[in-house]
């Protein structure tokens, strides 16, 4: 890989897989990389905060607070987790990155150029993937205590913007509505395409 890592990102629906995914992406390319998995929000205190205060309210807030305050825990886990690990030469995989809030606050109703905005000095993954499951599966699959963004409404929306990046190619789809086994396979077959090209 070079002196510089190379940073992927898993995407999709709450329920759809992706940390499962993600895990099981970095367990399988640990033989070849110095693989290490990582997710948004993150550990850190902006991170906690989002999850204690905010995903799991009785209600929804702002969503401009929501996005800045994702757009905070970003930073902040790209300067204490993502940048080392990529300046070591490491393979990052992240359970969630930017394109979740372009995904999530832009179906809250906010404008996709101002959270663009925001995230500006976010660093761009070099491979970004979309794990695409159906709402209602999701939404089937949510047994645990539902957050705040877990609702049918919410999720088509979400969708919705998730595919727009998927047909201007910032986002690779892959079908999540398959056994654990075949959407992993095929994670790791577009990951190790993309990594050939990239080492």
Same mark, same amino acid.
């Given at each position: ?8 990102? =898993? ?6 897989? %992706? ?39 009785? %209600?929804?807030?702002?969503?401009? =607070? ?6 905070? +825990? ?36 906010? +404008? ?20 695409? =499951?159906?709402? *209602? ?15 049918? *409404? ?25 056994? %654990? ?15 050939? *090209?990239?080492?």
């Amino acid at each position: 890989m070079g002196d510089r890592g190379i940073f992927i990102c =898993v995407e999709g629906l709450d329920g759809c897989g %992706k940390t499962t995914q993600a895990r099981l992406l970095v367990k399988r390319l640990r033989g070849d990389y110095d693989a290490v998995y990582t997710a948004e929000p993150s550990y850190g205190r902006i991170g906690k905060l989002i999850k204690k205060h905010y995903l799991h309210a009785d %209600k929804r807030g702002s969503a401009v =607070v929501e996005a800045l305050l994702f757009a905070a +825990d970003r930073f902040e886990h790209l300067k204490s987790e993502v940048l080392p690990a990529l300046d070591e030469g490491k393979l990052v995989v992240s359970d969630r990155y930017v394109y979740s809030s372009l995904a999530y606050q832009g179906a809250a109703g906010l +404008d996709l150029k101002w959270i663009e905005k925001i995230n500006e000095h976010a660093v761009r993954p070099g491979l970004a993937l979309f794990i695409d =499951v159906e709402p *209602e599966t999701v939404i089937r699959r949510l047994k645990r205590k539902r957050s705040v963004m877990e609702n049918l *409404e919410t999720q088509l929306k979400v969708r919705e913007i998730y595919l727009r990046f998927v047909d201007e190619g910032a986002l690779v789809r892959v079908d999540g509505n398959r056994s %654990k086994t075949e959407v992993a396979r095929e994670i790791a077959s577009t990951v190790k395409g993309f990594l050939k *090209e990239a080492c």
